[in-house]
């Protein structure tokens, strides 16, 4: 999941510095969703294993 949200946020900074202002701030969203996905997995994922 990580990685994926590493991937939109290069593409975003990518698009971002080519001018591509709309696909940059849709794969910024996209990169910041991936991310508090993940981080909410991994949470719970630590949480369950040492329980």
Aim: hydrophobic share 75%; no cysteine.
């Amino acid at each position: 999941m990580f990685r994926w949200a590493l991937i939109f946020l290069v593409v975003a900074l990518v698009a971002g510095i080519l001018g591509f202002s709309g696909i940059a701030g849709t794969a910024s969203n996209i990169a910041w969703v991936l991310f508090v996905i993940g981080l909410v997995l991994a949470i719970v994922f630590f949480i369950k294993g040492n329980a």
